[in-house]
Structure formats: structure tokens, C-alpha cells
């Protein structure tokens, strides 16, 4: 039994299904992030955590006792909004202890702790404005002053920082993060940008289609994806993913993949898990980062592989120059060294790191290696 | 995405009754709507079939009420006087609404004075209107006696006790108080018509009166439909107007179903007769409303 | 639409422009003019044809007597009391409606239950019914409550039948307001009046305006609802003008008739001008759903 409990709950709005069956068992101080595209049921099984939507079938528990039917107000969690949902009509001191004052705290030690709060996220000479006067990244502060002021047990977050601006987000998602090192809470978080997700985590839940698709750590999800959804959605840019064909070659399993010139490749995998599968067709998937230059390729892996491809496109990125190839009628995308010298084209080695790759069944998508 | 049902099966009274609280709050409009707009409706309606008099009375005749209507002549002429009535009211309410609002659309000065004076009307009591119009038509002293009074002695304009022309003067004086109104609509049409899709327009070479013709009044469909539910159902509804501008004469030369639902349930004793008017009256108006509205709600949803 | 007006070089197009702005201003301000000029000349003048021009002989007689001691239907009260009768019957009848069509946008919003749309279009549809449908059972309750012919009754009424549009305002307005804060204050442990005092009412000042500007102008401005249910010493202002113009006893005094009907417009009038904006917004809104 964990701190927070979701044991096959499910929602339901007349026939149609939200959710499905859902368990998550989450320990105290994890921050857990939901995420995936929108309508997938993320934001909805935080609202039945937060109690404003009743759950279908299943179960809610905090600290083994179960919320279901509990009030909002009564299960001591708080939540920060999309909107932040500030109150407009109030100052931001009557923001942060609107809720101490519906749960009857004591005038001195609601100022006590708008004190503290606002130290903490240095909001102290914001107290007396308005919600309209702030600008978007002050009142992300202050709708997170009011979550904490209230001492909850879980931190509820829908989406806190889609409404900032790129550079503020980043900003905001570090002080998020050190935010929670320092306070060790519970924390729920949805968002449908996957590298909040992978940055802020100890643990992700990706969500599609009202069912939980993989629940891991952020390195288990972006390594070891479960399915061709999970691969795809999680990582930028995302996961290449293009039919090959398992085929034996002196004694060892590989991967056979046509080019665009017409030839066909073979990569030999790192493990011999498929070796059983000669003859099957699967997609593989590799990451950009896995796919680079000759001399960019990972030194510590045992399983680099060239092959010899043509270049279709090159996109100078900075940092890094994203090469593009056709493999097996799909764009794969490598990541080479900015400096490499190398012309959409060109026939040009590009070096597969095979200990990265995975592979997943046509038809069913789940990971088969 | 409802977030009031967080019902507690095993909950308390105080629980549950915190829980029907928004419905508690509702329940007193929903009764008086129950009663006072459905009640009543039904309960004119079955007087509709029945031999009510000066009271009401529950001696059912079928649709003897119904058929006796018909044969009265002043049904027939407040009928005829309906549809002369409201086509007219609604072709010139839209035709100089959507004239004014071209032209106060034409970036011009004291725009917001100017749309003041266009619609001030519209806030009048329909009595006060009848009154002004009344006297302002009345040919003893007024138009018609000004304009001999300047010289012209053979100018007539005594429409309002012509019997032939009386209903024009209502459509005058229901015009003049609802056309700012109808402007004010289509004003509205037109500031929410994207203005890069203008310039388009404009780049391709279109004429200003091409431009209107062809890009902006198609695209003010919403607003003419509002302005024919608007206009319609008050148009059906009027009575006001006529009581205080002809009174529905000269004989009953102004007569409209409003009036003559009035005069035979009060003071002719013929509620029976009165009562069916006025449901008639209804399917009228919720022949044109129920599918405004329902088109309405549901794209909202 | 800022691209479409006519180029500023196109000088003859203005003036026709102007021309007809102003001919319209003309024609829309005749009927008020006609009004209060012939409000303050004797009634020989505009007998003797002079009902354009302005009066020769300045008097306030005619407003005095439309006041305090024109003939009303059968006594010469003047005015004065149905006027107040119209006051007293509007300032209740505004402030129920009002508060009961803010909770039930408030609800219809924020608490949605099944077939909370389908209530909703009933209540609007019974803005929208031809009043005549309801006197003859409206009569009979009045009568059944006590409260035939008298202005408790019309405040009856005139607050029955402005629940609707009340409502259909505050929950357009409502729907646009963020239901997220509704969420913050439920988890901040608010309850259901406790959210609609603190949190909604605060920010429903612009709304209010404008159901307030709409329930008094209609209620105002009715005329068949106390035609049909007011006595001789509770009818309402409008009746009450009406019945001064027809009354068929005596010389017609035009000049006393404009006067009162002057008196009867001027306190829409006034709310218009003072707050036009929110009038016409409540216009729209009541034409114009969302």
C-alpha cells in the first residue's frame, strides 16, 4: 500500500468511457507526472484525485483511507490550476488564505504562514495587488503560494506552466523542481509536454486513450518504451520508428532495412533475443541520438554498426546537424556533429548504436526486444 | 463535466442535503415555470375547447370555439392586418437597419452620438410612441394641418383615420421605435467580419458596393436571423402600439389577433373564443421560436 | 472593418454620406421634438396648426397639469400617483427577478445536472410566449392569492416573467466565467454559497447592470400585464398615460398629453443615456444567445 492509492478506478460519462481500469500506487515524496496528448484521461483522473469529479467504480485512497465520496475541502490536498485560477476579486494575500480561512484558521497564524509562503517564493511585495496586475509568471507563484500555504498531503498540478511563455516555463519548471527537493511533498502533475514530464518526475504515468500505457521512471519510459505509442510520443525528436525484417547472418540475428537507393542493409542486433524470429517483420525504433556520424557514436558501446545511406536532408541545428535518410520507406533522423561535413545526396555512413534499438511487433505495437 | 455529484452513498442528511443544494436553489424556478408558464398554457388551452364566457366554464365543446373564430370577421381582418403588419415591419425594419448600419460603418465621426439618437427609441415605453405618433398623424393638428399651414393647402395625410390606410401608420410608428434596434444588430454582424478577409477583398479589386454585396451582407446571415425571431415574435405580440396610437380603429380597420384576444376575453365576454385566439397566437410564435432556440442550445453544447 | 470606408478623396460620397446621417438623426428625434415643444406651448397654438414650431408663448402649465391635475380615467389626480405606483411596483420586481435569475445561472453553470439544458431552453421559451396566453389563468390566481388588482400582485407578475431573460443573462455570463476558480474555491473548502457570495457575485457587477437596465425598462414600459390586472388606484404609469389620452370627456389638452408621455419615457430615457452601453448589450444578449 503506497501513500496514494488508485486501484482500478475508472470514469464514465453515460456510455462512454474516460478511463479504464486504472492502478497507481504512488509513495510518499514521488513526484508522479501524467502525461500524454489531450483527451487521453490525464486531467481527469486528477480531478478524481482532487475529488471534483466522482470516480465510476474503484478507488481513491490517501494515507489507506479511502476518498471516495469525500468533499474536496476534506482531503487535505491542493491544487494548482491551467488558468491558476486566481481570484480576481481579491488581493493576493486574500488568494493565499481564502482557504485557511474556509477551513477556520486563526487570523495570526494565517498571516504567519502568508509570510512564510510568500518568503519562500518571494512574492512578498506582490501581497497587496491584484490577480490582474501580475504578470503570468507572478501569478504562477502565487497560485502555487496558495497550494502550499495549506500544508496538503498531495500537490495537485493540471498543466501549471502551458500558459507561460517559452523562457518562463523553463524557469518555472526549475524553481517546480527545486521546489519539491526542498519540501519532499507528494506530487501529482499533468502536462502533455513530455520533457516537463522527463525533467521534473521521479516516476511518469503516459496516458493515452483513457489507458495507462507504461507507468516507469523517466529512464525506463524514454529506454525501454512498452509500446510504439509510448516511443513516439515521449522524447524530441521522437523516437525513429520504420519496418525491418529479422534475418540471420553468420550465426547472428540483424535487422534487414531497405534504403532509398534500392539496396538493402543489414544491422546486426546486440542481443540475440529475436533470434528466434528469423523471417519476422517488426518496426524498429531508435532514437536520433543513437543514429550519428562515424566518429559521434557512442565509444563505450560494444554494437556500433555502419550503413552505408543516402542523404536526403540535412538540418542544421546549432548544436547539432539532424541528417535525414529514407529507411524502410520512412524519414529516419540522425544526429550528427554540427562540424561533420556532409550534403543532402551524399551516400554517407551513418553509425546505428544497436545497444539503443528496440523492436515492436507490427500488429500489436507492445516491445518485443 | 459536472462537479456537482459528489454524492456519498453512506453520507449524512446534512451531507445530503448540502449535496441537493443546487437543485434546491433551482426549485422554486422550476416550479413557477412548472405553473405559471405550462400550467397556464395548458389550462388556456383546455378553455380553448370549453363554453367559458364572461368566467371560466368547463362545459367542453370540442373545436366549436375554433370554427366559430374563423367565421368572425374581425379575426379574419386582424389576421390579414398580421401578415401585412409584420411582412412590412420586417422588410423595412432590415432593409433601413441594415442601411444604417453600413452607413455608421463607414468610419465616420461621432459614430457613438449618432448610434445614441438611431436607437434611442428603442428604450420608450410602445404607449409613449403610440401617443407621439398618434397626434403627430392626426390630421386636425398635426402633419397634415402643418404642411397646409405652410402654404400647402391641398396636402392630405390622414392615414390614421383611413381605414383602408390605418395599418400603415402602425408600421410607421412600430418602424421608427424597432429599426435602431435591427441597426444596432446588424452593426454588430459587421464589426465581427474578419477585416484581413476586407482587404482581400479589396486587393482583388472588389468595388465598395461589390464588396458589401457579395462578401458582407452573405456573411450576416446570423444577424437576419436573429432580426426575423426578434421582429416575428414582437410583431405577433403587439398591442401596446395599437391601443395607444388607432385603439384598433377606425372600426376595427387595426385590428390584430393581440387585440382581439383582449377585447373578446374582457369585454365582449367570449373567453371561450378568447382563449383559442391566444393559442393560435402561440403556435404561431413557437412555430418561429422552438427551432431558433433549439438550433441555439444545441450549439452551445 | 476599418478597410472599408470610402477613400478619403471621394468628398461627394461623404456628403451624400453625412446628408443621409443626418437626415435619419432628423427623422428619429421629429417624434421627441414634436413632443416636448408642444409640452410647453398653450394648447391654442398647436391647434392653430403650429405643432412643428417652436412654442411663441413659453409654459410649464401643461407639465404641471399632467402631474397633479389632468383627468385620469375618472379623477383629476393627474399623474402623480401612478407614477409612483410604477416605482413601487418596479424596484421589487427588478431586485427578484434579478437575484433569482443570479442563482440560477449560477447553478445551470456551475452545477450542471442532466437535462439542465433542456430546463434552460423551457424557461427561455417562456420568455418568448404571447403574454395572452397566460391572463385569463393569471387573473384567476391573482384573484386566489389576494392579490387581484392590486401592485403586490403586478410585482407578482412582472417577477414570474422576468425570471427568464434574469436567468438566461447571468448564465450566458456565468458560462464564460472560469469554472476553474469555482474548482480552487471547492478544494479551498468553500461551499455552494459560499462560492457564489466570495468568488462570483464580486465579478458580476457588469451583468447586473445590465439585467437590472433590462428588467426595469420592460417593466417599466409594460402595458399589458397592468392593463389586465391593476385597479383604478394601482394601475401603472403606462395605463395610466393611456387611459389620460383616450379619455373622451372634454377638450383633447395635446399639449398635457405630450407633457405626461414625456413623464413616462423619462425614466428609460434617463437610463439610457446614463448607462446606453450596457442597454444595448442587454439588447443583444437577449436577441442574440451567447
Known amino acids: 500500500m503506497g501513500f496514494l492509492d488508485i486501484k482500478q478506478a475508472t470514469k464514465s460519462y453515460g456510455a462512454v468511457q474516460v478511463l479504464h481500469e486504472t492502478d497507481i500506487s504512488i509513495e510518499e515524496g514521488e513526484f508522479l507526472v501524467l502525461v500524454g496528448p489531450s483527451g487521453c484521461g490525464k486531467s481527469t483522473l486528477l480531478n478524481m484525485i482532487a475529488g471534483l469529479e466522482n470516480i465510476t467504480s474503484g478507488e481513491i485512497a490517501i494515507r489507506g483511507k479511502s476518498m471516495n465520496g469525500v468533499k474536496p475541502a476534506d482531503r487535505n490536498i491542493a491544487m494548482v490550476f491551467q488558468s491558476y485560477a486566481l481570484y480576481p476579486n481579491m488581493t493576493v494575500s486574500g488568494n493565499i488564505s481564502f482557504g485557511m480561512e474556509m477551513h477556520g484558521i486563526e487570523k495570526s497564524e494565517r498571516e504567519k504562514r502568508i509570510s512564510q509562503v510568500?518568503?519562500?517564493?518571494?512574492?512578498?511585495?506582490?501581497?497587496?495587488?491584484?490577480?490582474?496586475?501580475?504578470?503570468?509568471?507572478?501569478?504562477?507563484?502565487?497560485?502555487?503560494?496558495?497550494?502550499?500555504?495549506?500544508?496538503?498531503?498531495?500537490?495537485?498540478?493540471?498543466?501549471?506552466?502551458?500558459?507561460?511563455?517559452?523562457?518562463?516555463?523553463?524557469?518555472?519548471?526549475?524553481?517546480?523542481?527545486?521546489?519539491?527537493?526542498?519540501?519532499?511533498?507528494?506530487?501529482?502533475?499533468?502536462?502533455?509536454?513530455?520533457?516537463?514530464?522527463?525533467?521534473?518526475s521521479t516516476r511518469i504515468a503516459v496516458m493515452f486513450g483513457g489507458y495507462v500505457q507504461q507507468l516507469g521512471t523517466p529512464k525506463e519510459i524514454y529506454d525501454n518504451p512498452a509500446n510504439m505509442f509510448v516511443a513516439g510520443f515521449m522524447g524530441s525528436p521522437s523516437m525513429n520508428l520504420f519496418p525491418a525484417k529479422v534475418v540471420s547472418e553468420n550465426g547472428q540475428s540483424a535487422a534487414e532495412v531497405s534504403l532509398a537507393n534500392g539496396t538493402k542493409a543489414s544491422i546486426p542486433f546486440a542481443t540475440e533475443e529475436l533470434a528466434s524470429d528469423v523471417g519476422r517483420d517488426i518496426i524498429l525504433g531508435i532514437r536520433p541520438e543513437a543514429i550519428t556520424d562515424r566518429d559521434g557514436a557512442d565509444r563505450n558501446s560494444q554494437a556500433v554498426h555502419i550503413v552505408e545511406a543516402p542523404v536526403e536532408v540535412?538540418?542544421?541545428?546549432?548544436?547539432?546537424?539532424?541528417?535525414v535518410s529514407q529507411i524502410g520507406g520512412k524519414d529516419v533522423t540522425g544526429r550528427f556533429r554540427a562540424d561533420v561535413a556532409v550534403n543532402a545526396g551524399d551516400t554517407f555512413p551513418f553509425a546505428f548504436n544497436m545497444e539503443k534499438a528496440v523492436a515492436f511487433d507490427p500488429q500489436s505495437e507492445n516491445r518485443i526486444a | 463535466m459536472s462537479i456537482s455529484e459528489t454524492a456519498n452513498p453512506q453520507g449524512s442528511v446534512v451531507d445530503r442535503l448540502r449535496d441537493a443544494l443546487p437543485k434546491i436553489v433551482l426549485s422554486p424556478t422550476v416550479a413557477i415555470v412548472a405553473i405559471f408558464v405550462y400550467g397556464f398554457i395548458l389550462f388556456t388551452l383546455y378553455l380553448s375547447f370549453t363554453d367559458s364566457r364572461i368566467l371560466p366554464s368547463f362545459g367542453w365543446v370540442g373545436w366549436q370555439n375554433y370554427e366559430n373564430l374563423f367565421r368572425i370577421r374581425a379575426w379574419d381582418t386582424a389576421v390579414s392586418n398580421l401578415v401585412i403588419f409584420g411582412l412590412l415591419y420586417i422588410i423595412i425594419c432590415c432593409a433601413l437597419g441594415l442601411l444604417l448600419a453600413i452607413l455608421l460603418d463607414q468610419r465616420i465621426r461621432a459614430e457613438g452620438f449618432i448610434r445614441t439618437i438611431y436607437l434611442y427609441p428603442m428604450a420608450l415605453s410602445f404607449i409613449v410612441t403610440g401617443v407621439a405618433w398618434k397626434w403627430f398623424l392626426d390630421p386636425g393638428i398635426g402633419i397634415e394641418a402643418v404642411v397646409q399651414g405652410w402654404g400647402w393647402t391641398s396636402f392630405e395625410f390622414d392615414w390614421i383615420k383611413n381605414r383602408e390606410m390605418a395599418i400603415y401608420t402602425i408600421v410607421i410608428a412600430a418602424v421608427w421605435q424597432t429599426s435602431g434596434f435591427v441597426m444596432a444588430m446588424f452593426l454588430a454582424g459587421l464589426r465581427g467580419i474578419d477585416s484581413e478577409m476586407m482587404k482581400a477583398a479589396q486587393i482583388d479589386g472588389a468595388s465598395t458596393f461589390a464588396l458589401y454585396r457579395r462578401i458582407v451582407i452573405p456573411q450576416l446571415r446570423p444577424a437576419f436571423m436573429s432580426a426575423f425571431v426578434v421582429l416575428a415574435h414582437m410583431a405577433i405580440k403587439s398591442y401596446d402600439l395599437v391601443i395607444a396610437l388607432t385603439g384598433g380603429g377606425p372600426g376595427t380597420a387595426t385590428e390584430l389577433p393581440a387585440t382581439f384576444m383582449y377585447?373578446?376575453?374582457?369585454?365582449?365576454?367570449?373567453?371561450?373564443?378568447?382563449?383559442?385566439?391566444?393559442?393560435?397566437?402561440?403556435?404561431?410564435?413557437?412555430?418561429?421560436i422552438v427551432p431558433y432556440l433549439w438550433s441555439e442550445l444545441r450549439e452551445k453544447k | 472593418m476599418a478597410t472599408t470606408h470610402a477613400k478619403s478623396g471621394n468628398s461627394i460620397g461623404r456628403i451624400v454620406l453625412y446628408t443621409l446621417l443626418v437626415f435619419f438623426c432628423i427623422y428619429y428625434l421629429l417624434p421627441l421634438y414634436v413632443m416636448l415643444v408642444n409640452s410647453l406651448k398653450p394648447l391654442s397654438e398647436i391647434t392653430a396648426g403650429g405643432m412643428m414650431a417652436l412654442p411663441q408663448e413659453w409654459t410649464i402649465a401643461p407639465w404641471l397639469s399632467a402631474w397633479s391635475s389632468a383627468q385620469v380615467g375618472v379623477e383629476a389626480t393627474g399623474l402623480r400617483p401612478y407614477f409612483l405606483n410604477s416605482i413601487i411596483m418596479v424596484v421589487p420586481a427588478v431586485a427578484l427577478s434579478t437575484i433569482v435569475g443570479a442563482l440560477n445561472g449560477y447553478v445551470l453553470t456551475k452545477w450542471p445536472f442532466r437535462g439542465a439544458t433542456i430546463l434552460f431552453g423551457l424557461l427561455l421559451f417562456g420568455c418568448f410566449i404571447p403574454f395572452q396566453m397566460v391572463l385569463i389563468p393569471m387573473a384567476r390566481m391573482l384573484g386566489l392569492m389576494g392579490l387581484a388588482?392590486?401592485?403586490?400582485g403586478l410585482i407578482f407578475v412582472h417577477f414570474v416573467y422576468g425570471i427568464g431573460f434574469s436567468t438566461l443573462y447571468f448564465r450566458n455570463y456565468y458560462a464564460a466565467f472560469p469554472t476553474e476558480l469555482v474548482r480552487a474555491a471547492q478544494i479551498d473548502g468553500a461551499g455552494f454559497f459560499r462560492i457564489f457570495?466570495?468568488?462570483?457575485?464580486?465579478s458580476s457587477g457588469p451583468i447586473a447592470v445590465v439585467c437590472i437596465i433590462w428588467q426595469f425598462t420592460n417593466i417599466w414600459n409594460d402595458f399589458l400585464f397592468g392593463a389586465s390586472f391593476s385597479d383604478f388606484d394601482s394601475q401603472p404609469m403606462?395605463?395610466?398615460l393611456n387611459n389620460l389620452v383616450q379619455s373622451?370627456?372634454?377638450?383633447?389638452?395635446?399639449?398635457?398629453?405630450?407633457?405626461?408621455?414625456?413623464?413616462?419615457?423619462?425614466?428609460?430615457l434617463l437610463v439610457y443615456i446614463v448607462a446606453g452601453r450596457y442597454f444595448v448589450r442587454g439588447l443583444m444578449a437577449g436577441s442574440v444567445k451567447g
Do not use: C
Not at chain 1, 540535412?314 to 541528417?323: I, K, L, N
Not at chain 2, 377585447?263 to 418561429?288: E, H, K, P, W
Not at chain 3, 457570495?197 to 464580486?202: A, F, G, S
Open chain 3, 238 to 240: 403606462t395605463v395610466a
Open chain 3, 149 to 152: 388588482g392590486s401592485v403586490p
Open chain 2, 263 to 288: 377585447s373578446y376575453t374582457f369585454t365582449r365576454n367570449q373567453m371561450g373564443i378568447g382563449a383559442a385566439s391566444a393559442v393560435i397566437m402561440l403556435m404561431t410564435i413557437a412555430a418561429i
Open chain 1, 118 to 200: 510568500s518568503d519562500l517564493l518571494q512574492i512578498k511585495h506582490l501581497l497587496d495587488r491584484k490577480p490582474g496586475q501580475l504578470s503570468g509568471g507572478q501569478r504562477q507563484r502565487v497560485a502555487m503560494g496558495r497550494a502550499l500555504v495549506r500544508e496538503p498531503d498531495v500537490f495537485l498540478f493540471d498543466e501549471p506552466l502551458s500558459n507561460l511563455d517559452a523562457k518562463l516555463r523553463v524557469d518555472m519548471r526549475t524553481e517546480i523542481k527545486k521546489l519539491h527537493q526542498k519540501l519532499g511533498t507528494t506530487i501529482v502533475y499533468v502536462t502533455h509536454d513530455q520533457i516537463e514530464a522527463l525533467t521534473l
Open chain 3, 197 to 202: 457570495w466570495r468568488i462570483l457575485l464580486p
Open chain 3, 248 to 268: 373622451s370627456t372634454g377638450v383633447k389638452e395635446y399639449n398635457v398629453h405630450f407633457a405626461g408621455a414625456i413623464m413616462a419615457a423619462l425614466p428609460t
Open chain 1, 314 to 323: 540535412t538540418e542544421p541545428a546549432g548544436s547539432d546537424t539532424f541528417v
